[in-house]
């Protein structure tokens, strides 16, 4: 079974950093697509970034574009979003998902729908503030 674990959340000032993990424990993550997500209070889940398996095809939000930054480690097993110059408006629990059958566009275009993905995290909270 496959499970999912998210670290490095936390509280940081505006303009600073966070790198966020995602580990993964009970399958390899090589031939899924990976996916991160955040909500914040009120609002809906909102598709942050994507990267491909085999290849590593990115996309991101618009709004985190030039910011944030996916990558995957698969020796580690883990994907990681690094977010730089981060805002208030960053301020959300970010979770890590994973979709079993990736189309073959998956991630090309756009960050897929959250309906895409088979296994979620149990997320991590990101506080941006001063």
């Known amino acids: 079974q496959l499970q999912l674990a998210e670290s490095g959340g936390g509280l940081v000032q505006p303009g600073g950093s966070l790198r966020l993990s995602c580990a993964a424990s009970g399958v390899t993550l090589d031939y899924y697509g990976i996916g991160w997500f955040r909500q914040a209070p009120g609002k809906e889940r909102e598709g942050v970034s994507c990267?491909?398996?085999?290849?590593?095809?990115?996309n991101y939000a618009d709004s985190v574009k030039g910011r944030f930054t996916i990558s995957r480690d698969y020796a580690k097993n883990t994907v990681y979003l690094q977010m730089n110059s981060l805002k208030p408006e960053d301020t959300a629990v970010y979770y890590c998902?994973?979709?079993?059958?990736?189309?073959?566009?998956?991630?090309?275009?756009?960050?897929?729908?959250?309906?895409?993905?088979?296994?979620w995290g149990q997320g991590t909270q990101v506080t941006v503030s001063s």
């Open positions: 990267i491909s398996s085999i290849g590593g095809t990115t």
């Open positions: 998902a994973v979709a079993v059958f990736p189309t073959y566009s998956y991630c090309s275009d756009y960050v897929p729908a959250a309906n895409t993905y088979d296994y």
